[in-house]
T-cell receptor, first 114, second 114 residues
Framework: DQQVKQNSPSLSVQEGRISILNCDYTNSMFDYFLWYKKYPAEGPTFLISISSIKDKNEDGRFTVFLNKSAKHLSLHIVPSQPGDSAVYFCAAGQLMNRDDKIIFGKGTRLHILP | DVKVTQSSRYLVKRTGEKVFLECVQDMDHENMFWYRQDPGLGLRLIYFSYDVKMKEKGDIPEGYSVSREKKERFSLILESASTNQTSMYLC?????????????FGPGTRLTVT
């Protein structure tokens, strides 16, 4: 049973427009959420995170929104740039866990079109 | 800057061979993780360790074992490689404690078993 779901395997967005990547989770114990970006043949790199006490976190062009009642989060990229073409993974965990184990979604491949 | 290194970027092994994948981190992190990434399946946790000589099974431990003799090093062992273990293997580390579940990833090892 998938605890973190990214239902869109891929997404194409025009350069300069907004990219919105979505993620749903089922475990109400999750209280920390992360987004990672991955280029081919490289390891994932951390992008942005949010804890459950917030509903929004912003870092430059990247904003993550959290809707706890819907168990849904989204990553907004504005404006989208060619270098944003990558696979984006949503992940969730529990801050009180000693081992920092997080559960990843299957990823969404973002294509930025020229 | 956190650095997680993996011993090989690309590896080709024969069915039945014993395979060692090494991971080293230089940030004195307590937690270390091994994942595999396959198309359409995202990142799946194989094993993790929250302390030296400690190991915990992840979601897909079958066919794998691990070793953590030193804090900075976490090894993944394929006792008898099989073709279904052809994959991208990713190592990650994180600092224990409340506040963040952020994991730092190595560049990955693309393993092909023929």
């Amino acid at each position: 049973d998938q605890q973190v779901k990214q239902n869109s395997p891929s997404l194409s967005v025009q350069e300069g427009r907004i990219s919105i990547l979505n993620c749903d989770y089922t475990n109400s114990m999750f209280d920390y959420f992360l987004w990672y970006k991955k280029y081919p043949a490289e390891g994932p790199t951390f992008l942005i995170s949010i804890s459950s006490i917030k509903d929004k976190n912003e870092d430059g062009r990247f904003t993550v929104f959290l809707n706890k009642s819907a168990k849904h989060l989204s990553l907004h990229i504005v404006p989208s740039q060619p270098g944003d073409s990558a696979v984006y993974f949503c992940a969730a965990g529990q801050l009180m866990n000693r081992d920092d184990k997080i559960i990843f979604g299957k990823g969404t491949r973002l294509h930025i079109l020229p | 800057d956190v650095k997680v290194t993996q011993s090989s970027r690309y590896l080709v092994k024969r069915t039945g061979e014993k395979v060692f994948l090494e991971c080293v981190q230089d940030m004195d992190h307590e937690n270390m993780f091994w994942y595999r990434q396959d198309p359409g399946l995202g990142l799946r946790l194989i094993y993790f360790s929250y302390d030296v000589k400690m190991k915990e099974k992840g979601d897909i431990p079958e066919g794998y074992s691990v070793s953590r003799e030193k804090k900075e090093r976490f090894s993944l062992i394929l006792e008898s490689a099989s073709t279904n273990q052809t994959s991208m293997y990713l190592c990650a580390s994180s600092s224990s404690g409340i506040g963040s579940n952020e994991q730092y990833f190595g560049p990955g090892t693309r393993l092909t078993v023929t």
